[in-house]
């Protein structure tokens, strides 16, 4: 077992740092001994492909994910936890740790100059800030990696891995389901971190796509016509995307009616289909404009 998961051990490491806790930067760090391991052996890092970690911590998932894979690269945002890194990870040589903020840093260089473009996964305990925005900048970069495995608030796996055409559906889950196969894995008790957070944690996969589940003309306008169709989740689709849109309910309807879609169905009713037929048909008006 990891001294990294011993409470007094890593407490002792930190004040001898004079570190103290950021709210601010959803520090949370992980003490239970089982759920690194577990979260590492399901990530699919191993002797030939690489693990990037978005925010180490004080490195007790980094140093499980140095033994299952060749390589991790760990990107973390405080610069001092830097120090309390180089101590607690000194016993392994397969880890870099960078000081970058996960939502500046250029990954698609950072795989070429660290895995020489080869096979990557991305394992992280996600800072519960910027989950959705970190989530979805991976996504939309369509960088080369085969998944992500993350640690999200429970609520949020819910929002991020729900199928599309279902009650918990929303634009991210949308956006997640077409770049990836979202899963849940399992359950994290808030009692297993330190500090305690309000809320459970779960570990979600999603497996990247080779190609999208479905077909869209302009990929920008699926996108526009998802998050426009959400933005007033408790209104019909069709009175949320004339607004989002900002386009006459008249020709909503239309364009609702031309797809077959209900013009009382709300967005959590439609599927990733309709939103390619809207997004087409919206294309190809503009197209005729
Ligand atoms: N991996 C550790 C663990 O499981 O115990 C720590 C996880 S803690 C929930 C989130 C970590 O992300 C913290 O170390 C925090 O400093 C770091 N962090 C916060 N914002 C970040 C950002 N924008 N880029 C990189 N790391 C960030």
Redesign the pocket.
Known sequence: MSKLTDISYVKNILAKHGFTFSKA??????INPSVCPKMAAMCGGSENIGVIE?????G??TSELAKISYKVVA????KR?LPVLEETLSEHDNIKVING???RLDFKKLIAEEFDNGEVVICA???YY?TSPVIMRLLEEKLPVESLTVMVQKEAAERICAAPGTRESGAISAAVNYYAEPEMLFKVSAGSFLPAPKVDSEVIKLKILKKPPVKAADEKMFFRVVKAAFMQRRKTAANSLSAGLGMPKAEINALLEKSGISLSARAENLTMQDFAEIADLLSERKDST
């Open positions: 930067l959803g520090q949370n760090f992980l978005i925010g180490p911590g004080a007790v998932l990107v973390e945002l405080d936890l903020d996960a939502m305990n996600l800072p910027i």
